[in-house]
């Protein structure tokens, strides 16, 4: 069977067939492949019914042989659509001139952007941009494409580094980038290296200043290290002391690992549940049903839906339902010694700044004690101690 | 002979065990609900109104009843009827 939605296209007219005998019209309009349908019974006589457009010609023949009279009711599909706009000129024009204002409109130049310039590179721009034409109201397919617009006004204007041109919709976006002169750092006021912590002086390097330690030696905390103080004494000059002074510092930890942990394993089994959230309300979209595990993770996630940058309180959620597996682990001592070992290390470097480098460790104490190896060891790490105190003036 | 050929198919289908309505010419008709009905292999429409469609087969005729009928689409062999169908009944001519 023939979709009848088509019809539509080619046209069709609904018609009045009239007769002693009507049925013999239907008749013979199939045996001549004359396409018919809807038919429906108007009165005793009589039938209604649609007809293609293209054989409506070879309508007449056959009422003639049946024995009917036909009258045209109505006119259907887009040829007779098309006759009517035709003579309703005003509508078409109209339509037309909708199209055209808006393909007019939407190729305009409506803004002009900059961005990142100060704003008196702002107004230069502004100013060299118009006198290449790009103006509110400008056709944008009248104006040179963004690419010779940038080496355009990159000529012109020297003291951008770089001037990106982007059309977004109906606006001109210029991106610049201004040079910028290198900044002498401000002089930093004078000042010593004093040590943070109690430590034995492992090796230094000293920019500026005069070292007061030596390799070897015991400083406490706060102790001076590199005086800011240089030159002859009663004549000194204030400088900012500069360096790193690297000092051994012992430290002692304490860890404690269980013999046996419980571990969450996510097995890959996940249950998806999406749903549309408005207000408070959460109405499902997909995956209904609760899930079958017996252990699982819950992960959330919502978006916002935020069309223009309008937020409305619309939002999609997407809950999963991860399942997951208890495993347990089983250490023997030994191999809890080393995690212990592990865990301390990154536990005191993470104590220490990014230079830090443990020189040594050593085991104090182990102990095995209510299913938990606990584990006192002491290290040796070596750590940037020093610290910047500006002099006092008056001191 | 026409007998002879006909008791000749009948016995065919019978006992091959082919499809009626290919070997015989017979109607095949289809209906969804009381909503739609279609008919293969028709000779023509006798009769058509709101309530009744009559329709001539090779051995007779079927006569359909019902209410508002609407004859959706119609060709050669086939017809799409739409409406309220309450019976459909095979009437031999004798």
Redesign the interface.
Known sequence: ??N?WVNTFSGYVRIKVVGTYP?LF??R???K?LM??????AEDKS?L?SVLLDDVKRLRKVARESGCKIRFIERKGAPFLLKKMITRTGFVTGAALFIAMLFILANMVWNIEIDGASPAMEHEIRQKVDELGIQKGKLQFRLPPPEVIQEQISDKIPDATWIGVTIRGTTYHFQVVEKELAEKEPPEAPGHLVATRKAIIHHMFVEQGSAVVEANQVVQKGDLLVTGLIGKEGKEQRVTAKGEVYGEVWYKATVEVPLEQDFQVVTGEAHTRHSVKIGSWDIPLWGFGDHEFQHAKQEEYERPFSPFNYSLPISYKRIMNRETESMEQIYSYQEALTVAKEKSRAEILERFSDKAEIMGEKVLHEEERNGKVKVTIHYRVIDNISRKQPIIQGD | MKKMRRWVKQWMTERMELPADVMMDLPRITMVGHLHIYIENHR???????EEMRLRLDDGQLLIRGEG????????E?I?LEGKILSVQYVFET
Do not use: A, H
């Open positions: 069977m023939k009848m049925e239907i008749n309009c199939t045996e492949r018919i349908w809807d038919i429906r019974q039938y019914c | 023509g429409v006798l009769r058509f109104s709101r009928f609407v004859i959706k689409t119609i060709l050669p086939e799409l």
